[in-house]
Nanobody, 124 residues
Framework: EVRLVESGGGLVQAGGSLRLSCAASGFAFGDYAIGWFRQAPGKEREGVSCISNSDNATRYTDSVKGRFTISSDNAKNTVYLQMNSLKPEDTAVYYC?????????????????WGQGTQVTVSS
């Protein structure tokens, strides 16, 4: 059974940091790309970042470049999203997702497997 479990969300003040984790199981982790996505109330789900576990190539949406860093620990089957300099507009439910692919893209449609999400709230 494929499982993706996010953790690490919470409430933080603007300018603060959080590290999200996505623990994966039930599939060949190294053959998949993992993405982080977020959805704020009343808005569509948007891509944040992704990493290809085959070569650790990464991508970011423009609004988080220089603030967020994605990384992968293949030994632990876990992907992390380090979020620094958080802004109130980063408030959303954050999801990780997986797709069998050598490449990653920061759009939701190709991803097959999704976690349940973790809430990130940034206060001003």
């Amino acid at each position: 059974e494929v499982r993706l479990v996010e953790s690490g969300g919470g409430l933080v003040q603007a300018g603060g940091s959080l590290r999200l984790s996505c623990a994966a199981s039930g599939f060949a982790f190294g053959d998949y790309a993992i993405g982080w996505f977020r959805q704020a109330p009343g808005k569509e789900r948007e891509g944040v970042s992704c990493i290809s576990n085959s070569d650790n190539a990464t991508r970011y949406t423009d609004s988080v470049k220089g603030r967020f860093t994605i990384s992968s620990d293949n030994a632990k089957n876990t992907v992390y999203l380090q979020m620094n300099s958080l802004k109130p507009e980063d408030t959303a439910v954050y999801y990780c997702a997986a797709v069998w692919s050598l490449f990653c893209v920061v759009i939701p449609s190709p991803y097959d497997y999704w976690g349940q999400g973790t809430q990130v709230t940034v206060s001003s």
